[in-house]
T-cell receptor, first 111, second 112 residues
Framework: KNEVEQSPQNLTAQEGEFITINCSYS?????LHWLQQHPGGGIVSLFM???GKKKHGRLIATINIQEKHSSLHITASHPRDSAVYIC?????????????FGKGTKLSVKP | SQTIHQWPATLVQPVGSPLSLECTVE??????LYWYRQAAGRGLQLLFY??????ISSEVPQNLSASRPQDRQFILSSKKLLLSDSGFYLC???????????FGPGTRLTVT
């Protein structure tokens, strides 16, 4: 079993729909990251959170530490939101600070 | 502001040939530096990280090596490429351990 599981693997939505992508993890973490990978491959960090909820524009990320679960929501989705969304967890208690990544959720938003 | 550069953007190399990918960061000092690989159909995997000049930690035994000859330069190398080395290689930096990581544009490597 992977330490970081994302669902769904693929998601197709119509423009304007509310989108939710889920991430579950099985290890102890210090923080969880949501990343966006565009078709060209470039990766942008969207959120880093260790508790509660963060909002940036139409994007909202939540985390429940007790349930080891995080969600990424996109309100009023747009075709430019089409990308792969990657969840990653980090445990920074050690010296490494490395991240463990999910396999990503491929989102396609149709006009 | 800080920027991170990687080159080349794409590379096609034959099996057995050497490899050198370079990553540089501008606008910050003594960053943590990371090399990741994303193989087809798989998630990102950390290959190497560095907390300072000459300090390299390897996460996965493999055909690759990394070096940090200068504070803001991180190099990924191989003496002889394997087919399984094909993938998308990403460099990233952070201010320190536990901080948000910022990714470079990546290098797509195809080993033929």
């Amino acid at each position: 079993k992977n330490e970081v599981e994302q669902s769904p693997q693929n998601l197709t939505a119509q423009e304007g729909e509310f989108i939710t992508i889920n991430c579950s993890y099985s290890v102890g973490i210090s923080a969880l990251h949501w990343l966006q990978q565009h078709p060209g491959g470039g990766i942008v960090s969207l959120f880093m959170l260790s508790s509660g909820k963060k909002k940036h524009g139409r994007l909202i990320a939540t985390i429940n530490i007790q349930e080891k679960h995080s969600s990424l929501h996109i309100t009023a989705s747009h075709p430019r939101d089409s990308a792969v969304y990657i969840c990653a967890v980090g445990n920074y208690g050690g010296s490494q600070g490395n991240l463990i990544f999910g396999k990503g959720t491929k989102l396609s938003v149709k006009p | 502001s800080q920027t991170i550069h990687q080159w080349p953007a794409t590379l096609v190399q034959p099996v057995g040939s050497p490899l050198s990918l370079e990553c540089t960061v501008e606008g910050t000092s003594n960053p943590n530096l990371y090399w990741y690989r994303q193989a087809a159909g798989r998630g990102l995997q950390l290959l190497f990280y560095s907390v300072g000049i000459g300090q390299i930690s390897s996460e996965v035994p493999q055909n690759l090596s990394a070096s940090r000859p200068q504070d803001r330069q991180f190099i990924l190398s191989s003496k002889k490429l394997l087919l399984s080395d094909s993938g998308f290689y990403l460099c990233a930096w952070s201010y320190a351990t536990g901080y948000e990581q910022y990714f470079g544009p990546g290098t797509r490597l195809t080993v033929t």
